[in-house]
């Protein structure tokens, strides 16, 4: 389904481009609320609207009586991260195993991130190590992005990504993702056998509609996790 943008959209979209492209560098000036207005053909609320999100979002600053800019912390800097196993896998002492069951979700909090009515697929896989489990991952993908083989594949251990065709084009797709180090009484503290574990939420959208591909839940046990991160 062919998602078109808001005005308000297309003009964050092509700021942050410029920012990313060097154009705009940190601390500096970017276009006037006029200049957007001329640039976009929009009115003065649209363009306000842009500007304020992008404040909100922690990549630019404005002051009053001198104009907007690119924020010169971290918040608008690139960051890559390095999810890590924090206990090493001996594969002469241990074994690695995973489970799969796929049923239709029809948690309605979970409905309400896609953009779409379609029915959706909760794919729960847990992994163990020897007989620990040390995750537990809910993902959710609507039910027109998986045929049936692909459902077997997926049942049989293979890879959701690679069903959804993300494995080589994950690194380049807009993604959004919050880390919650958490104290829980829940079924999957029971299964983790710990009351505190590491919540990791992550959205996949597509690179050209902007729609959600897939929106997953993991939950870590903090013994087994070590995120690594890096700012340009």
């Given at each position: 389904?062919?998602?078109?943008?808001?005005?308000?959209?297309?003009?964050?979209?092509?700021?942050?481009?410029?920012?990313?492209?060097?154009?705009?560098?940190?601390?500096?000036?970017?276009?006037?609320?006029?200049?957007?207005?001329?640039?976009?053909?929009?009115?003065?609320?649209?363009?306000?609207?842009?500007?304020?999100?992008?404040?909100?979002?922690g990549?630019?600053?404005?002051?009053?009586?001198?104009?907007?800019?690119?924020?010169?912390?971290?918040?608008?800097?690139?960051?890559?991260?390095?999810?890590?196993?924090?206990?090493?896998?001996?594969?002469?002492?241990?074994?690695?195993?995973?489970?799969?069951?796929?049923?239709?979700?029809?948690?309605?909090?979970?409905?309400?991130?896609?953009?779409?009515?379609?029915p959706?697929?909760?794919?729960?896989?847990?992994?163990?190590?020897?007989?620990?489990?040390?995750?537990?991952?809910?993902?959710?993908?609507?039910?027109?992005?998986l045929?049936?083989?692909?459902?077997?594949?997926?049942?049989?251990?293979?890879?959701v990504?690679?069903?959804?065709?993300?494995?080589?084009?994950?690194v380049?797709?807009?993604?959004?993702?919050?880390i919650?180090?958490?104290?829980?009484?829940?079924?999957?503290?029971?299964?983790?056998?710990?009351?505190?574990?590491?919540?990791?939420?992550?959205?996949?959208?597509?690179?050209?509609?902007?729609?959600?591909?897939?929106?997953?839940?993991?939950y870590?046990?903090?013994?087994?996790?070590?995120?690594?991160?890096?700012?340009?």
């Amino acid at each position: 389904m062919l998602l078109l943008l808001r005005k308000y959209e297309i003009i964050k979209q092509d700021i942050l481009r410029e920012i990313d492209e060097g154009k705009f560098k940190p601390g500096s000036k970017i276009y006037s609320e006029g200049d957007l207005k001329r640039i976009y053909n929009v009115s003065n609320t649209t363009v306000v609207k842009a500007l304020n999100d992008l404040v909100a979002e922690g990549f630019l600053i404005r002051k009053q009586g001198e104009g907007t800019f690119v924020r010169k912390n971290m918040l608008h800097r690139k960051v890559s991260f390095t999810e890590k196993l924090k206990k090493v896998l001996n594969p002469k002492k241990n074994s690695e195993k995973f489970c799969t069951d796929i049923r239709i979700c029809n948690d309605i909090n979970i409905r309400t991130k896609f953009d779409a009515s379609d029915p959706l697929y909760e794919i729960i896989q847990k992994a163990l190590i020897d007989e620990t489990m040390w995750k537990i991952q809910k993902r959710y993908v609507q039910v027109a992005k998986l045929s049936e083989d692909s459902i077997e594949r997926i049942t049989q251990g293979g890879s959701v990504s690679k069903e959804l065709a993300l494995e080589k084009n994950l690194v380049n797709m807009p993604m959004s993702m919050t880390i919650e180090f958490k104290e829980m009484n829940n079924s999957e503290t029971e299964e983790l056998q710990s009351h505190s574990l590491v919540l990791v939420k992550k959205t996949i959208y597509s690179n050209t509609t902007k729609e959600v591909i897939e929106y997953s839940e993991s939950y870590i046990h903090p013994s087994y996790y070590e995120i690594e991160i890096t700012a340009e």
